[in-house]
């Protein structure tokens, strides 16, 4: 099976700005995590989604916010970019509800 | 709230020698303790995971061992060799697969 994609993968954007990031989980997976990553630091858990519905919200400021489809395709969206969003967004699909992670390649992105 | 704390932070060892990260969990409720390896510039993989049903389990060179009473559980990496070289996250999930609480993360570095 094709494992977790991510899109795009590398993303440069200004202060104020919105950006989405979108994620493919393996298929038949109806589970995706979003984690943010930044240098030095854990993962920082932001969001689960099941089954099209929000399961877990980690303790992200309301800017962050997901959404997943029925194909259990997940995107993540950031309003009003502030310069410590700058990180590695991770998503991580699973086939039950906080199950074993696979996790995708990641989303680098730079807020200037 | 519930946490899992993973010590240590850092950890340099000498190739050849053995490597253990240890990771205390606060909810009596878990029941499935997987850990992670990032590679530089990678994504996080599982490499074993262990149930609380079993008190140890291992593969190859790598082992992990569950203290339900104390409420810890431990990476035993023996042979260390430069591939092993990466940062591993330790995570604990209750059985009601509320959520997935992930370690700081422990920096390995095999010296040569």
């Known amino acids: 099976k094709a494992g977790v994609t991510q899109t795009p993968r590398y993303l440069i954007k200004t202060r104020g700005q919105q950006v989405t990031l979108s994620c493919s989980p393996i298929?038949?997976?109806?589970?995706v995590s979003w984690y943010q990553q930044t240098p030095g630091q854990g993962l920082q858990f932001l969001f689960e989604?099941?089954?099209?519905?929000?399961?877990n919200k980690g303790n992200f400021p309301g800017r962050f916010s997901g959404r997943q489809f029925s194909n259990s395709r997940s995107e993540m969206n950031v309003s009003t970019l502030e310069l410590g969003d700058s990180a590695l967004y991770l998503c991580?699909?699973?086939?039950?509800?906080?199950?074993?992670?696979?996790f995708g390649p990641g989303t680098r992105l730079l807020v200037l | 709230g519930e946490n899992v704390e993973q010590h240590p932070s850092t950890l340099s060892v000498q190739e050849g020698d053995s490597a253990v990260i240890k990771c205390t969990y606060s909810?009596?409720?878990?029941?499935?303790f997987p850990w992670y390896k990032q590679e530089l510039g990678k994504r996080p993989q599982l490499i074993i995971d262990?149930?609380?049903?079993?008190g140890e389990k291992k593969d190859q060179r790598i082992a992990v061992t569950l203290n339900k009473t104390a409420k810890h559980f431990s990476l035993h990496i023996t042979e260390t060799q430069p591939e092993d070289s990466a940062v591993y996250f330790c995570?604990?999930?209750?059985?009601?697969?509320?959520?997935?609480?992930f370690g700081s993360g422990t920096r390995l570095s095999i010296r040569p």
């Open positions: 298929s038949g997976h109806r589970s």
């Open positions: 262990i149930r609380s049903n079993v």
């Open positions: 995570a604990a999930i209750p059985s009601d697969a509320s959520k997935i609480i």
């Open positions: 991580a699909s699973s086939l039950k509800e906080a199950g074993t992670q696979y």
């Open positions: 989604y099941f089954s099209e519905t929000q399961r």
């Open positions: 909810d009596s409720a878990s029941n499935y």
